[in-house]
């Protein structure tokens, strides 16, 4: 199984700041990587696959980097709706595996 | 556009069993495998279930395997999670989610339902 290391476990930024959150595998997943968003209440939601690719309707102030096993989320200007908890997840192989989650907070 | 509603969450006690539902539309859900994902309170993520889109390839996390069941009924856009042998760390909301892309055997999971509670509790 491979698993997903995700850093800081808390991430505390002000609005307007950058947000820089780490995903890390234990093996190597090439690309294959997702960031998902999941807000108080609700499902998570898919922001980035092909470790870089937004999805439909995600705003251009997020994007993401890294191959491998070293992956990053940057968020360039967190907005009120940006508060919340995001996982990396790896879909390399079978049984995707999810990062324990990275909670960005005011 | 993409919509999947979760049924059959509740709270059951330990030992029984209960079926989970999705109904799924805006898409050809007959294109596409699907999953099972769970949230037990105030944790992440954990996957348990894919179903390919033809219904001929299954896989289970090590957790439920031998007491979940995915299935799929693509004439009814519907998909379904059997549990049984309910314990109390079962307890959690339990998501389906559609991967992506089509015609595929696929972890990305591009749309989630909202999700059903389920709690195990004598």
């Known amino acids: 199984e491979i698993v997903m290391t995700q850093s800081p476990a808390t991430l505390s930024v002000s609005p307007g700041e950058r947000a820089t959150l780490s995903c890390r595998a234990s093996q190597s997943v090439s690309s294959n990587l997702a960031w998902y968003q999941q807000k108080p209440g609700q499902a998570p939601r898919l922001l980035i696959f092909g470790a870089s690719t937004r999805a439909t309707g995600i705003p251009a102030r997020f994007s993401g980097s890294g191959s491998g096993t070293e992956f990053t989320l940057t968020i360039s200007s967190l907005q009120s709706e940006d508060f919340a908890v995001y996982y990396c997840?790896?879909?390399?192989?079978?049984?995707?595996?999810f990062g324990q989650g990275t909670k960005v907070e005011i | 556009q993409v919509h999947l509603v979760e049924s059959g969450g509740g709270v059951v006690q330990p030992g029984r069993s209960l079926r989970l539902s999705c109904a799924a539309s805006g898409f050809t859900f007959n294109s596409y495998a699907m999953h099972w994902v769970r949230q037990a309170p105030g944790k992440g993520l954990e996957w348990l279930a894919i179903i390919s889109y033809d219904e001929n390839d299954h896989n289970y996390a090590d957790s439920v395997k031998g007491r979940f069941t995915i299935s799929r009924d693509n004439s009814k856009k519907t998909l379904f999670l059997q549990m049984d042998g309910l314990t109390s760390e079962d307890t959690a909301i339990y998501y389906c989610?559609?991967?992506?892309?089509?015609?595929?055997?696929?972890?990305?999971?591009?749309?989630w339902g909202q999700g059903t509670l389920v709690i195990v509790s004598s």
């Open positions: 989610a559609k991967g992506r892309p089509a015609y595929t055997t696929t972890w990305l999971l591009d749309y």
């Open positions: 997840q790896q879909y390399s192989n079978w049984l995707g595996t």
